[in-house]
Each structure stands twice: as C-alpha cells, then as structure tokens.
C-alpha cells in the first residue's frame, strides 16, 4: 500500500475507528508501543543508561567469564536510539561511549584480530558523520580526538585513519 492510498483509507475513518486502530497496533507491536511509551514519557537518561551498561557488559562482563565484544550490540541501541528520534547528544554520546569502552579493553587485552579494530574505525566514522550532521562537532570533538589519541598510543594498525577522519573539515 502506498502512503497516498493509507493517507486515503484514513481521511475515510472517524476518529473512534483511528483511535481503535491505533489501540490495536500499540496491542499488536512492540514497536509501536516502544514509540507511543516513549513519545509520551521520554525517559532519555535511563535508556541510555541501560544501552551503556549492556555496552559495557560486552567488554567487561559482570555474570560470565569470557567478554563477548560484540559491537553489534552498540550499534542496536544507536539504531533504536535515531529511529525513536532521541535527542542526538544523547545518541552522539553512546556513539562515543562505545568505543570509549573498546578501548580501555584492548588496553588492557591483547586483541589479535584486525576486524575489532576496523570494526571500531566503521563505528568511529559513523559516530563522526552523525557528529557532524547534526552540528555536535564544538560538544564532541574533544572526545573524538582522544579516541584516535588512543588509538595512536595502543599502537593500532589503523590510528592514522583514526586521525584523518578527525581532521576531516565539516562541510556547510
């Protein structure tokens, strides 16, 4: 069905139908109950704070031994995070969060395998275009160029990339 025709079909209802259409998909889905509940009641501070404890639960795990580093679960939250429209400091500073929390592990692990680390430069690259598309550059940039600072000081194979996107000037 396209939007015309659904914008159609609803000029065609009452309000009783589209409120009763409504309380049905807020029933139905769980996505669009997470929506309506966060549209009315955005409880930014404790999402974020339970994306940063699963986060951080990948590196340095509470309840199992072994760490997970599953960056996916990150970029989860990130996507939830813009899909429900949350405040983009908030989202920016989960970004950042993220790989804040890699790196302090890969400090104080060995980490053999080079897709940790190109798999944090994609994550770093995302968090600098979302940076900078929503004009964030002056709150975040000191935090950005400590990330690549400490990609540098670990050694990374890939800190120089790590700089340049830093460097990269934002376009008007």
């Not at 409504?22 to 769980?30: A, S, T």
């Not at 400590?146 to 120089?160: H, K, L, P, R, Y």
Request: glycine share 4%; charged share 30%.
């Amino acid at each position: 069905m396209a939007k015309r025709d659904l914008r159609t079909y609803l000029k065609d209802l009452d309000k009783e139908q589209l409120e009763e259409q409504i309380l049905d998909l807020y029933g139905r889905f769980k996505q669009v109950k997470e929506f309506y509940d966060f549209a009315f009641d955005p409880k930014e501070h404790k999402m974020v704070e339970e994306a940063k404890m699963k986060v951080s639960n990948e590196y340095f795990p509470l309840k199992r031994k072994r760490p997970r580093k599953r960056r996916s679960i990150a970029q989860d939250h990130i996507r939830h995070f813009i899909q429900l429209g949350v405040d983009p400091n908030v989202t920016a500073d989960l970004m950042l969060y993220n790989m804040e929390v890699a790196q302090s592990f890969s400090k104080q692990n060995y980490i053999g395998s080079e897709g940790f680390y190109r798999s944090i430069l994609n994550s770093f690259g995302q968090a600098m275009k979302f940076i900078r598309e929503n004009g964030l550059t002056k709150e975040f940039m000191p935090r950005c160029k400590a990330i690549a600072v400490q990609a540098e000081a670990q050694g990374w194979f890939n800190s120089d990339v790590f700089h340049m996107t830093v460097l990269i000037p934002e376009r008007d």
